[in-house]
């Protein structure tokens, strides 16, 4: 054997040996569970069922798709999908599964697909320390077909103790304490009983013109636009800060203003008057969260809908409570 041939079959042994290493399931922990609870900060998935599911549907990270496809959570490509595909014999022969450019976009699709499909809606009524609740759940609504699905994720989060990375992440409230006790001592002259979470204590100063206020019927203060009205005149009129008027009605600079719209003079509610509202032909979640004083976040918040989401003709939007 001449020392090129020894070489060779040297180089062919250490190139099989880096192939066949895999991931282990603590690497594979170690690697992601900053993902995970980074995703359940923002959209509500718990880390331990993100974790589990990326576990289970990807091999511990060592499956063919997860390789070459980025795709940690066996997620095909649905008709509402535009980006780059990878074709894999699954449940069917030649199916179509997302591709992604980094693991990072799987965990993020993985969340805003849950958040945004209403056959799972149900599952962010469960608390997110609920892990047998959730892959329960998950089975039911039909994200895999093994009938074991259920409780191989249970298996998962329990071997390997993922609830802890819910248990040890709960939201808490960041404010600052003294935020807190200056808020307590400021007394909010209303006689509604309406969910006030998020206002200020912003009053209007009473002066010539503000006999156009009027009362929605969950009690904000609001104007009707009129010709030629735009934010800064009404700003500049009612003597409130430009950025309050904005945050006050889910807008920017950019916004249109239309004859006859409402422009609110307060913060709009947490919740309505009303349960639902069906929604129709024409319509848009932000007309709809003007007309009903309704911040634009809470109406997606309720019918547990990811930002940007445009409802179908007849589909019911709930104003109190949240959609099952």
């Not at 290493?21 to 993902?35: F, G, H, M």
């Not at 808490?172 to 400021?186: A, D, E, H, V």
């Not at 006030?196 to 904000?220: A, L, M, Q, Y």
């Not at 911040?295 to 309720?302: A, E, F």
């Amino acid at each position: 054997m001449n020392i090129k041939h020894f070489i060779f079959l040297i180089s062919i042994g250490f190139f099989n040996l880096t192939q066949a290493k895999k991931i282990t399931p603590q690497e594979y922990i170690d690697s992601y569970k900053e993902d995970a609870i980074k995703e359940m900060k923002r959209s509500g998935v718990p880390a331990s069922i993100t974790l589990a599911q990326g576990m289970l549907e990807s091999g511990y990270g060592n499956s063919e798709l997860a390789k070459k496809a980025n795709n940690h959570f066996g997620i095909k490509c649905h008709s509402s999908w535009t980006g780059a595909i990878y074709r894999l014999d699954d449940d069917k022969k030649d199916e179509c599964f997302r591709k992604y450019k980094t693991v990072w976009q799987s965990y993020r699709d993985h969340s805003n697909f849950l958040k945004g499909s209403r056959r799972y809606a149900f599952l962010f009524d469960l608390k997110m320390t609920d892990y047998k609740g959730w892959c329960r759940g998950l089975k039911k609504a039909g994200y895999a077909t093994n009938k074991k699905y259920a409780n191989l994720l249970i298996d998962m989060v329990e071997r390997y103790k993922l609830n802890q990375f819910v248990q040890k992440n709960k939201f808490r409230n960041t404010k600052n304490k003294n935020q807190i006790k200056l808020k307590n001592k400021i007394k909010h002259k209303s006689n509604n009983h309406f969910d006030t979470e998020g206002k200020d204590n912003f009053e209007i100063t009473i002066r010539e013109g503000n006999s156009r206020i009027k009362k929605s019927k969950n009690w904000i203060n609001y104007i009707e636009v009129r010709k030629g009205e735009t934010y800064y005149s009404i700003s500049k009129k009612f003597s409130i800060p430009l950025s309050r008027l904005y945050k006050y009605n889910d807008c920017n600079k950019d916004t249109i203003l239309e004859i006859g719209t409402f422009v609110y003079l307060q913060p709009k509610r947490s919740r309505g008057t009303q349960k639902s509202y069906v929604f129709h032909s024409g319509d848009n979640l932000y007309r709809i969260s003007q007309r009903f004083g309704i911040k634009l976040k809470y109406i997606y918040k309720r019918n547990n809908w990811i930002e940007g989401y445009s409802p179908l003709e007849g589909e019911e939007i709930y104003f109190k409570g949240k959609k099952r």
